[in-house]
């Protein structure tokens, strides 16, 4: 039988909400237990494959955007000069490409990757 300690114990290191919780990307952010999930998500440190889904071309969130002289920079990949925007639409991850777009000029919107593809073709063609 589960004493008054145990269903505290049990409550403060595996069940209450606002304990606080390691990222599992390891970005070193503590957050509470039902912040965990939104930023994991969008964790600077989660690792996102390029349009193409290699996993040679995998790279942080962070990695993939680049600070210009105004505004920030989608990085393409060398090999397939895709991006993790083109990811994100075919994997219908909204709140992932509203938050790319938000950090990124543009031009990202019409660059083609070596399949012909590019953020605008590929937002029609997955919805």
Known sequence: ELT??????RHMTRDCPKRLVECVHHCGERITAEEQKDHEHLCPSRLLPCGANTRSCKRSIAEWTTS??????LVCCEKHNSNSLHWAIRQNE???????????DHEVLTMETQFGDTTLTVSAQYG
Not at 4 to 9: E, G, P, S
Not at 94 to 104: E, F, H, S, W
């Open 68 to 73: 210009g002289e105004k505004v920030e920079r």
């Open 4 to 9: 008054h300690h145990d269903n505290l114990f």
């Open 94 to 104: 909204k709140r992932l490409v509203g938050y790319l777009l938000d950090r990124t």
